[in-house]
């Protein structure tokens, strides 16, 4: 649990929400250059509104539960929030660069890569929820003791995100 301001968060949540805003700014900015090398030139530019897209993408994930670690949920279900959250961050993609972006910026391919991104990391989190790079941020414990209340603790942490490492001998546990 990591303290933000007056309330504490999963740290598995926290590095969740900053890979995704990393990994919406970075890849708006290079799918820009990628479809238009002039954007390139530009990315000062672009850079304001691309930050401006990920932290309102994030916002929306965070407001469907995107980023809510729960261990008992499907992958259809998972599946279900990442399509949702592509579509409103959609409308977000739109707002920003159809309405907002300045006349001056040729944006053209500005939403195809938001939509782009958008699905990178639709991808990466599904992916990640689902069983992907499941060692980086396991949680292993160590349960002191090795008598019928250490196999109490060890049946009900069956289940969660928690990876049991073993059991330590304790004097003055059952044995």
């Given at each position: 649990m990591i303290r933000v301001f007056s309330h504490w968060v999963p740290s598995k949540s926290v590095f969740q929400i900053l890979f995704d805003l990393i990994l919406l700014f970075s890849l708006m900015l290079l799918a820009a250059a990628w479809f238009n090398p002039e954007h390139l030139r530009s990315a000062g530019i672009i850079a304001p509104y691309a930050l401006v897209f990920a932290l309102t993408t994030i916002a929306l994930n965070k407001v469907i539960?995107?980023?809510?670690?729960?261990?008992?949920?499907?992958?259809?279900?998972?599946?279900?929030?990442?399509?949702?959250?592509?579509?409103?961050?959609?409308?977000?993609?739109?707002?920003?660069?159809?309405?907002?972006?300045?006349?001056?910026?040729?944006?053209?391919?500005?939403?195809?890569?938001?939509?782009?991104a958008l699905g990178v990391m639709a991808g990466v989190r599904v992916y990640t929820d689902h069983g992907g790079w499941q060692g980086i941020l396991a949680r292993r414990v160590m349960i002191l003791g090795t008598g019928a209340e250490a196999a109490m603790v060890e049946r009900s942490l069956d289940g969660t995100d928690v990876e049991i490492v073993g059991f330590y001998p304790v004097r003055g546990t059952e044995g």
């Open positions: 539960g995107f980023y809510e670690h729960d261990v008992k949920r499907a992958l259809s279900q998972t599946l279900a929030l990442a399509i949702v959250s592509v579509l409103l961050a959609m409308f977000a993609a739109y707002g920003i660069f159809g309405i907002i972006a300045k006349p001056s910026i040729q944006h053209d391919l500005l939403p195809l890569s938001a939509l782009l």
